[in-house]
C-alpha cells in the first residue's frame, strides 16, 4: 500500500505540569489542518493547538515523524511526541 499522509489539529489544555494534549481532530489537508488548529486554540478550556501532518504506511503500521505545520498560543516546546 502507498503511503498516506494524514493532517492533524490537536488542542492543549492546562494541567498541574503545564500544556497537555488533549483528542486531536483528523483534517482533510493541510490548510484545514492550521484552519482547526487556529479554531481550538481560542476555544474555552484551550490554551493553544497544533496543526501537523504525519505520513506512512497504515497496513504496516510505519509511519515517519510528525511535521509540524503551524503552532497557536501556548505548546510544548519539545514536540517529537506527536
Given at each position: 500500500?502507498?503511503?498516506?499522509t494524514?493532517?492533524?489539529?490537536?488542542?492543549?489544555?492546562?494541567?498541574?505540569?503545564?500544556p497537555?494534549?488533549?483528542?486531536?481532530?483528523?483534517?482533510?489537508?493541510?490548510?484545514?489542518?492550521?484552519?482547526?488548529?487556529?479554531?481550538?486554540?481560542?476555544?474555552?478550556?484551550?490554551i493553544?493547538?497544533?496543526?501537523f501532518?504525519?505520513?506512512g504506511?497504515?497496513?504496516?503500521?510505519?509511519?515517519s515523524?510528525?511535521?509540524?505545520?503551524?503552532?497557536?498560543?501556548?505548546?510544548?516546546?519539545?514536540?517529537?511526541?506527536?
Open positions: 500500500m502507498a503511503d498516506v494524514y493532517y492533524v489539529a490537536l488542542p492543549f489544555a492546562r494541567d498541574d505540569d503545564g497537555a494534549a488533549r483528542e486531536g481532530t483528523e483534517c482533510t489537508s493541510a490548510h484545514a489542518a492550521i484552519m482547526r488548529a487556529e479554531a481550538l486554540s481560542r476555544s474555552e478550556g484551550h493553544g493547538a497544533v496543526a501532518s504525519r505520513s504506511d497504515p497496513m504496516l503500521g510505519e509511519f515523524d510528525a511535521v509540524l505545520l503551524r503552532a497557536f498560543g501556548e505548546v510544548p516546546n519539545d514536540l517529537s511526541g506527536l
